[in-house]
């Protein structure tokens, strides 16, 4: 008889995150009461972090193909080519309900299981960015939260040995009760020496690799897959405990591992632990997989089987076998320090057969645990299209020098020094460009002029006004800052971050922005090759903004020809690529200097896209730019001042007066950039824009001690510098 100790009953199946008819629906799979260890099993199986039962139909509508894709979704990273033999491996990941509840752990586990996601594939990590969100500043728990996320962002990224070389860290009262830490991570393989989790050949031997298994992170992924009520401090134990230095030595015995021949299939232990990983590798190769819990090495003594299949401790890896090379892969892991144990076998009968001590505690189909979760297509109610917003019913500045002062020193604008100089950037000797431009630049490899460009952006309040616009724009940002630095972008990560999907808005929500992203994807041939759905971002009923970051990667053949944001020398042209927009619904002049949130966000038109920053790439690459920075939030004075401080230099812009100025100054109008060109150049780059069909006007010079715009400001860099820098180290001063 199987053990089923304690009773399932109804109470205890809605502990699990079970809703009644999906109880009713594991009955009619397996024909009888399950045990508790299986109802654990399928609680980890069909949650919503795992299954993706609201979106995967959705998600099934974004292109996901290419020339340059490798592998898309569907593996534990997306791979895109890079030529010379070699792949960029790459993924983001959220752990937004752990890093509430725990933040230092909860941010360093997320950094830890992305970096397992992509060396788990044969991939030596070689650069990590984060998107992190946080609620108002003066809300009373904001500070702690930054403090913790950032400090476990770094003490496992440092730790490990990875730069961190970008993010994002914005704040909005939405996100007071749920914080977002969306973790990417990005590595290097041969093209010929990637590794898969699909199990092949009956009877192999089913390894555990790595550290011990603890009681920590039990439900960390039904957890993940509700949202929360006062309890959510209660929820401490969900949450995963990190060990960076197991995790180095991990990644240190996996590659020589995957080196010696002995890997067949290799899995992660990520969301649902082992669970998960066993039966993902078996279904993917119609296997059965057999397992004997009393070979798992063990941390605490008298671990359950409930316990051990749902532990998410950290830093462990699931194999399998070729059997030949036992020997040769156990010296590895010993030399390493690390736990290597043969704990089961695959099998042929397409059975998940779980034992402890001679007892049977689960025995399930194993296809059904993932084909048969359920699928759901939710009702879902469009967001309604704000009301324009002409730009004279805002009104400009009295002082267009406070404005800028306003935005640049404001929470949401203000520099991100505070958080990356806690980061370990340069790590590796390849980084290329350090945070705060348009994009990280890492080289390839030592010996290689060959880099790659990253970057991860999404305007919330954009996606909350028109979440298909929304949508749309946060790709067009991320594809212009891959070419604002040369690089030619090549396909995104996403990150999906909403409330619960069982509210129709919030489901209309989602709906509207993976439209957006799908048509921008396809329009930029830019495809979607993983990714990640967090939803349940809720406390008490109240949601988060819509939040679909999005990762890219771009690639430069030559990284000594790569643009940056600063100023260079002095007497350079400065050119206004895209023309002079006027858009001001949902801008940070509006929100950060009137305290109005109200309009569309700008449209954007995906040809208009490509065709401005083909051309601008193209400048690039034929040495004719000195300095490129893309036109986004805060519009052009906000780019112009961000360009000034970075070279530490000042410029004279003409702008006339106009009752429109202030829209051309703070319009966030898409498709656009700021370029700086010698004095030899701008003929032809004039001429290239004029050939294109580009909007393009010099507006200005660089040099000087001062910004200065026409009649409307004159501030010194050097003031624009103290501002900008100031807001983060005060705010965290702070007690």
């Not at 059997?323 to 009968?349: C, H, N, Q, S």
């Not at 390849?430 to 080289?443: E, H, I, L, Y």
């Not at 400001?713 to 900008?724: G, I, K, N, Q």
Request: hydrophobic share 40%; with cysteine; charged share 20%.
């Amino acid at each position: 008889m199987i053990p089923n100790d304690p009773k399932i009953s109804p109470e205890l199946v809605a502990e699990h995150g079970i809703k009644p008819e999906e109880y009713e629906r594991i009955l009619q799979l397996i024909g009888r009461e399950p045990t508790v260890t299986e109802l654990g099993i399928f609680s980890a199986m069909w949650n919503e972090h795992c299954s993706y039962k609201s979106s995967k139909i959705w998600l099934k509508t974004l292109p996901t193909k290419g020339p340059q894709v490798v592998c898309g979704p569907g593996e534990n990273a997306g791979i895109v080519d890079i030529g010379d033999g070699q792949v960029c491996v790459f993924k983001m990941e959220s752990h937004n309900h752990p890093s509430f509840i725990e933040p230092y752990q909860g941010a360093a586990t997320g950094v830890g299981g992305i970096l397992r996601d992509v060396f788990t594939m044969g991939a030596r990590p070689i650069a990590a960015m984060n998107a992190l969100r946080f609620g108002d500043p003066d809300h009373a728990k904001t500070r702690h939260l930054v403090r913790g996320v950032v400090a476990g962002v770094g003490g496992y990224g440092n730790s490990f040995g990875v730069p961190t070389v970008g993010g994002e860290v914005e704040f909005h009262e939405s996100y007071n009760g749920n914080n977002l830490v969306n973790a990417f991570a990005a590595g290097i393989a041969d093209k010929d020496s990637i590794f898969y989790a699909k199990a092949t050949g009956i009877g192999k031997p089913i390894v555990y690799l790595g550290s011990k298994t603890g009681r920590d992170g039990i439900h960390g992924a039904t957890m993940a897959s509700a949202e929360f009520g006062e309890d959510a401090e209660e929820k401490r134990p969900t949450v995963q405990v990190g060990d960076p230095f197991s995790e180095k030595l991990l990644l240190e015995a996996c590659l020589e591992l995957m080196q010696s021949g002995s890997v067949i299939a290799i899995q992660d232990m990520g969301a649902a632990g082992l669970t998960c990983s066993a039966v993902e590798m078996g279904a993917k190769g119609d296997l059965g997989v057999t397992l004997d819990l009393e070979h798992v090495p063990c941390r605490e003594d008298g671990m359950s089987a409930y316990e051990m299949m749902l532990s998410e401790s950290q830093e462990r890896m699931l194999m399998v076998l070729n059997p030949d090379k036992e020997d040769v892969a156990r010296a590895i892991f010993e030399k390493w320090g690390l736990d290597f144990a043969v704990v089961g076998e695959t099998t042929d009968t397409k059975r998940f057969l779980i034992r402890h001590n001679g007892d049977t505690m689960a025995d399930l189909p194993i296809m059904e645990l993932g084909d048969e979760a359920p699928e759901y297509d939710r009702p879902f109610m469009r967001t309604e299209a704000p009301a324009d917003l002409p730009h004279e019913s805002v009104s400009p500045p009295r002082d267009y020098a406070e404005a800028l002062m306003t935005i640049i020193g404001g929470p949401n604008n203000s520099s991100r020094r505070w958080v990356w100089e806690q980061y370990d950037h340069l790590v590796m000797g390849n980084t290329m460009q350090r945070p705060g431009g348009d994009a990280a630049v890492v080289r390839v490899d030592s010996d290689s002029t060959k880099g790659l460009a990253f970057s991860v952006d999404v305007n919330p309040r954009y996606c909350h006004a028109d979440p298909y616009e929304g949508g749309k724009q946060a790709v067009a940002e991320v594809w212009r800052n891959l070419t604002a630095v040369g690089s030619q972008p090549l396909a995104i990560t996403d990150n999906l971050n909403f409330g619960n999907p069982e509210r129709p808005e919030i489901m209309g929500q989602f709906v509207g922005c993976i439209e957006g992203i799908g048509e921008a994807c396809r329009l930029l041939a830019f495809p979607v090759v993983s990714g990640n759905v967090s939803l349940y971002n809720e406390t008490n009923g109240t949601g988060i903004l819509p939040t679909p970051a999005i990762g890219g990667v771009g690639l430069l053949p030559d990284i000594d020809v790569m643009a940056t944001i600063a100023f260079k020398a002095e007497g350079e042209a400065i050119i206004l690529i895209g023309g002079h927009g006027t858009h001001l619904g949902c801008s940070t002049y509006l929100r950060e200097c009137l305290d109005r949130n109200e309009g569309p966000p700008p449209p954007v038109d995906l040809e208009v896209e490509l065709r401005n920053g083909d051309m601008v790439r193209s400048a690039i690459r034929h040495e004719r730019v000195t300095a490129c920075h893309d036109i986004s939030n805060g519009g052009l004075l906000v780019t112009l001042a961000e360009m000034a401080m970075a070279g530490k230099m000042g410029a004279v812009v003409d702008m006339p007066e106009s009752p429109d100025l202030h829209a051309k100054l703070f319009g966030e109008d898409q498709s656009r950039y700021v370029l700086t060109v010698t004095q030899q150049h701008v003929a032809r780059v004039m001429g290239d824009a004029a050939a294109n069909g580009i909007p393009a006007e010099v507006i200005g010079q660089t040099g000087g001690p001062a910004l200065r715009v026409g009649s409307a400001l004159s501030v010194s860099v050097e003031t624009l510098h103290h501002t900008h820098e100031s807001w983060f180290p005060a705010y965290m001063a702070d007690q």
